[in-house]
């Protein structure tokens, strides 16, 4: 069993920046490839970015390529989602989640636990 928790969440401008923290708990969190989700009003769950157990690989979906850094800390139980350059279409819920498996998947249904999530809001 792995519990997720997400914070860092917040109102920022365009342009501004927020680190998204998910903090798990157990002792097999490094047995997990972990991932970033967001959902938007109205909107389908989507995949951000995924890291493997080792904090290698990492992988993005292509609208957040070369603003976001998705990293892990193994010995503290925790995943990180640094966001850079935020534009208002970045506006969701952002969801931690992990995936027992080696490597990392882009489909929510792959995905074993699930946090409560964190709004982000980027206004204009």
């Known amino acids: 069993q792995v519990q997720l928790v997400e914070s860092g969440g917040g109102l920022v401008q365009a342009g501004g920046s927020l680190t998204l923290s998910c903090a798990a708990s157990g002792r097999t969190f490094r047995s997990y490839a972990m991932g970033w989700f967001r959902q938007a009003l109205g909107k389908e769950r989507e995949f951000v970015a995924g890291?493997?157990?080792?904090?290698?690989?990492?992988y993005y979906a292509d609208s957040v390529k070369g603003r976001f850094t998705i990293s892990r800390d193994n010995a503290k139980n925790a995943v990180y989602l640094q966001m850079n350059s935020l534009k208002p279409e970045d506006t969701a819920v952002y969801y931690c989640a992990a995936d027992n498996a080696l490597t990392i998947a882009t489909i929510m249904v792959e995905y074993d636990y699930w946090g409560q999530g964190t709004q982000v809001t980027v206004s204009s």
């Open positions: 890291i493997g157990r080792s904090g290698v690989p990492t």
